[in-house]
């Protein structure tokens, strides 16, 4: 009996320590809620002191796992080698093959956390270009690749020289981050925040297309300026009319400019490609992350972080019958809460953050990730709303029926942060930009 209860002991003991490592390692399922739970009552500071401490040795061979990896992408330099290939087979979810291929370029430092002013240069983008890939490093390099190279198992690629660095040091500012990459008639668009007299403020840049050198000019300026980098950026491209394209702002963390029809923060507009006019296609907005026009609805789609919890899928139908401005709600109504206890005491105190948008005369998201998945790029083909996210590190594919209502979704996890997305008609796959360690992923469905 002595000996049942002591193994007993032992089992308990083990879930509970390899529970707990799970926790204070950050290698858990995002969305799950019992771990979710744990993590709200577990102090932050003490979760910490123990990975430190008493799992300092699985720690250390994670790390060392971690770096083999990136040694790996380091020596093979700009061969953009194969280093992972997957075959999934499951009644339950699409049949897909994933692919991925190393990228050249610096990896997010996981152990700063995702708000460190350092990790805004480590989110990379990619765009399609005739029949090559274009690749821009968070840090402003352009790489590019053939998309046959797809097939191999290299990718081949090749620096491509571009004059961001001469650019800003002309203008006397600095390249805090990108936010986009965007390719349409001959011309190259990036969205990126700059940093001037400690201001940080989000522009856009374009170039003609050239693969030899890529020679960017300013295009647009939001005039948007706050005194410090922020997160709360927006800066999504996408195509629109044939004239015109969308951009994405966030509220760069002055919760007063997503309601004011004055300030371009937490809007998204259309820009006139010629005459560089704007017109202000939704309000309300707080980080939109993700960005698509499906024309033959008039209909936009954007997904936006929410603050914790209360990531939205929004749909904005444009009517030609009147030219009201459609208004999400932000920072009045939002389905999250404050990431601690003073962040919501300031909520609190501003009236801010009411659960019902529809209530106060706001538009309520079609969807809502409670919690935060990190909602990221979206993509629209055949009746399927693909959604990607960097916390949850999983891409959601909702099908969209005729009453255009978001529902039920399948949820493909791939452990690994997704940055960008991109769809490739001509080989029916999804190129994705993956960031934990820099890659390129080929999604094939079958």
């Not at 390692?25 to 799950?32: A, E, H, P, R, V």
């Not at 194969?82 to 339950?92: G, I, T």
């Not at 702002?249 to 006019?277: P, V």
Request: hydrophobic content about 35%; cysteine-free; charged content about 25%.
């Amino acid at each position: 009996m002595k000996k049942k209860i002591f193994y007993l002991f032992l089992i308990l003991i083990s879930i509970l320590f390899v529970s707990f490592w799970i926790i204070v390692s950050g290698g858990y399922d995002k969305q799950n809620k019992t771990i979710l739970f744990l993590k709200e009552i577990i102090p932050v500071s003490f979760a910490r002191k123990v990975r430190d401490t008493i799992f300092f040795i699985p720690r250390l061979q994670d790390r060392n796992k971690f770096l083999e990896t990136q040694l790996s992408k380091y020596e093979q330099g700009l061969n953009g080698n194969l280093f992972f290939e997957k075959k999934v087979s499951n009644k339950e979810i699409h049949n897909y093959n994933l692919k991925k291929f190393f990228l050249p370029f610096p990896s997010l430092d996981l152990e700063l956390g995702w708000r460190a002013t350092k990790n805004a240069k480590r989110a990379h983008y990619l765009e399609l270009v005739d029949d090559k890939v274009l690749v821009i490093s968070g840090e402003g390099e352009t790489i590019y690749f053939n998309k046959k190279n797809i097939n191999k198992k290299k990718l081949s690629q090749s620096y491509l020289k571009n004059n961001l660095v001469e650019l800003f040091s002309n203008k006397g500012t600095e390249l805090a981050a990108i936010r986009d990459l965007y390719y349409e008639n001959d011309f190259v668009y990036i969205s990126v925040v700059e940093m001037q007299d400690k201001k940080s403020t989000l522009n856009i840049y374009r170039a003609r297309k050239n693969f030899k050198n890529l020679i960017f000019e300013i295009f647009f300026e939001t005039k948007i300026f706050y005194d410090e980098y922020t997160l709360q950026t927006g800066g999504r491209l996408e195509k629109f009319n044939d004239d015109e394209i969308l951009l994405s702002i966030g509220f760069f963390s002055q919760f007063e400019s997503a309601q004011d029809k004055k300030s371009l923060g937490g809007k998204i507009i259309s820009i006139n490609k010629a005459t560089r006019e704007f017109s202000i296609q939704s309000m309300g907005h707080r980080n939109p992350q993700g960005l698509f026009f499906l024309k033959e609805k008039n209909l936009i789609i954007n997904s936006e972080h929410g603050p914790k919890g209360g990531d939205e899928i929004n749909f904005n139908f444009l009517s030609n019958e009147n030219n009201s401005i459609k208004n999400y709600g932000w920072p009045i109504s939002s389905y999250g809460k404050g990431y601690n206890q003073a962040q919501q005491k300031f909520y609190d105190e501003n009236n801010y953050l009411k659960k019902s948008h529809s209530e106060f005369g706001f538009i309520e998201p079609n969807f809502n990730f409670t919690p935060s998945i990190g909602i990221s790029e979206i993509f629209f083909n055949n009746n399927f709303l693909y959604v990607s996210s960097l916390r949850a590190q999983s891409l959601y594919i909702f099908e969209i029926k005729k009453e255009y209502n978001l529902k039920n979704y399948e949820r493909i996890k791939f452990d690994n942060r997704i940055r960008d997305l991109k769809y490739d008609k001509k080989n029916d796959i999804f190129l994705l930009i993956f960031e934990n360690t820099p890659a390129i992923g080929i999604l094939k469905f079958s």
